[in-house]
């Protein structure tokens, strides 16, 4: 778990997911994943893969491949994956807004947190291609959850590491299984389709609110989750 510049305190918090959210990631874990697969023997789909990019390479694991699999082999397929997506670092952009929108809610009174499932090391790389670290108050990785998306684990590391309630929290999130870890806190999360998921999947997941991409969201702050949430903490 890493956190960012030391700040006073503050009582509310916006969580967002990293990949297909805030860095445009999600067909590279796509393409990642499917390579890791083709080298270990299977031949999983590529749209199978993308539903199912978000949650815990364990668990997309447990999802793609045979239960009756030599699951020794399991995390050479992941090893395989990190060295595939690794070679991709270099390519990755943020999403258009992305770095304004962190800055826009710390600037707005709350704080800021990274809440992704990826492995340390590619989270540092997504952080430095987001460029947000000034306004970062902490980030969670794979490493800080025992159990990955759909559980809440690392949103529930998120708000320890930040001090706030779950009350006092949105997340902010691309893929059905990041709304499904926030419902599960009865945390309000905002859908962006720009991972590729539609309105109607994140909608039905339970997403409060759906709009494109971070810029999208970041035009139309003062309307949504987040500017309740900010506006709730100024009237305290």
Same mark, same amino acid.
Not at 63 to 83: F, G, K, N, W
Not at 187 to 201: K, Q, R, V
């Given at each position: 778990?890493?956190?960012?510049?030391?700040?006073?305190?503050?009582?509310?918090?916006?969580?967002?997911?990293?990949?297909?959210?805030?860095?445009?990631?999600?067909?590279?874990?796509?393409?990642?994943?499917?390579?890791?697969?083709?080298?270990?023997?299977?031949?999983?789909?590529?749209? @199978?893969?993308? #539903?199912? &990019?978000?949650? $815990?390479?364990?668990? =997309?694991? +447990?999802?793609?491949?045979? /239960? *009756?699999?030599?699951?020794?082999?399991?995390?050479?397929?992941?090893?395989?994956?990190?060295?595939?997506?690794?070679?991709?670092?270099?390519?990755?952009?943020?999403?258009?807004?992305?770095?304004?929108?962190?800055?826009?809610?710390?600037?707005?009174?709350?704080?800021?947190?990274?809440?992704?499932?990826?492995?340390?090391?590619?989270? @540092?790389?997504? #952080?430095? &291609?987001?460029? $947000?670290?000034?306004? =970062?108050? +902490?980030?969670?990785?794979? /490493? *800080?959850?025992?159990?990955?998306?759909?559980?809440?684990?690392?949103?529930?590391?998120?708000?320890?590491?930040?001090?706030?309630?779950?009350?006092?929290?949105?997340?902010?999130?691309?893929?059905?299984?990041?709304?499904?870890?926030?419902?599960?806190?009865?945390?309000?999360?905002?859908?962006?389709?720009?991972?590729?998921?539609?309105?109607?999947?994140? #909608?039905?997941?339970?997403?409060?609110?759906?709009?494109?991409?971070?810029?999208?969201?970041?035009?139309?702050?003062?309307?949504?989750?987040?500017?309740?949430?900010?506006?709730?903490?100024?009237?305290?």
């Amino acid at each position: 778990m890493t956190a960012g510049p030391p700040r006073g305190r503050r009582r509310a918090a916006v969580l967002f997911d990293v990949d297909g959210t805030l860095v445009d990631s999600v067909y590279v874990h796509t393409l990642a994943w499917w390579q890791a697969f083709r080298q270990a023997g299977y031949d999983v789909p590529m749209a @199978d893969i993308h #539903r199912s &990019v978000g949650m $815990g390479g364990d668990r =997309i694991l +447990a999802r793609l491949l045979p /239960a *009756d699999r030599d699951t020794d082999r399991d995390s050479e397929i992941m090893t395989s994956h990190a060295a595939v997506f690794s070679t991709f670092w270099p390519s990755l952009r943020p999403l258009d807004g992305a770095r304004e929108l962190l800055e826009r809610c710390h600037d707005g009174g709350l704080a800021v947190a990274l809440a992704s499932s990826a492995r340390e090391r590619d989270l @540092d790389v997504l #952080r430095a &291609v987001v460029g $947000g670290d000034a306004v =970062i108050d +902490a980030a969670t990785s794979s /490493a *800080d959850a025992k159990e990955s998306k759909p559980a809440p684990d690392i949103l529930v590391a998120a708000l320890k590491a930040l001090g706030v309630r779950a009350s006092d929290a949105v997340y902010v999130g691309d893929a059905v299984w990041d709304i499904y870890a926030a419902g599960n806190l009865d945390i309000p999360a905002i859908g962006l389709t720009c991972g590729g998921t539609s309105e109607a999947e994140l #909608r039905d997941a339970g997403a409060v609110e759906i709009y494109a991409s971070p810029r999208a969201l970041l035009d139309n702050l003062a309307d949504s989750a987040i500017g309740e949430l900010a506006a709730r903490v100024r009237r305290s």
